[in-house]
């Protein structure tokens, strides 16, 4: 079975999850509800190397929440004023920028293995 195949079946246990390398460790982001915390809508679990989505935000604010918890994974000592001011910027920002590209969001072409 190729290396695809083998992820794709432990895909169907559980919530859904990706994992990306980071600093040399590989982290798993997972969409469900944070433990212990069920009503923020992200949370980055350092001890478990874990970025939890609120289900709720893959289909609301998904772009901030992204860019808030991996502010959060990359940056650990920054406060959370300041992790909030990085998340807003980014949504304002690629706002703008999709207005100018028809609305649409375009992404690189990035690996999680690196
Ligand atoms: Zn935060």
């Known amino acids: 079975m190729n290396k ?5 079946r432990k ?11 980071f600093d040399g460790d590989w982290w798993t982001v997972k969409v469900q509800r944070p433990p212990s915390k069920e009503l923020c809508e992200g949370m980055a679990h350092y001890r478990r190397r874990t970025v939890y989505l609120h289900p ?7 772009l901030g929440i992204v860019a808030h918890e991996l502010a959060h994974v990359t940056m650990p000592c920054v406060d959370e004023t300041n992790i909030r001011d990085h ?7 690629v706002r703008w920028a999709a207005s100018l590209n028809e609305g649409k969001v375009t992404i690189g072409q990035h ?4």
């Not at 695809?4 to 794709?8: E, I």
């Not at 895909?11 to 390398?21: L, Q, V």
């Not at 709720?56 to 998904?62: C, H």
């Not at 998340?87 to 920002?93: G, W």
């Open 4 to 8: 695809a195949a083998s992820t794709q």
């Open 56 to 62: 709720k935000a893959v289909s609301g604010n998904l």
């Open 111 to 114: 690996r999680a293995d690196k």
């Open 11 to 21: 895909r169907r246990k559980g919530p859904p999850s990706m994992r990306f390398k």
């Open 87 to 93: 998340e807003r910027l980014v949504s304002v920002v």
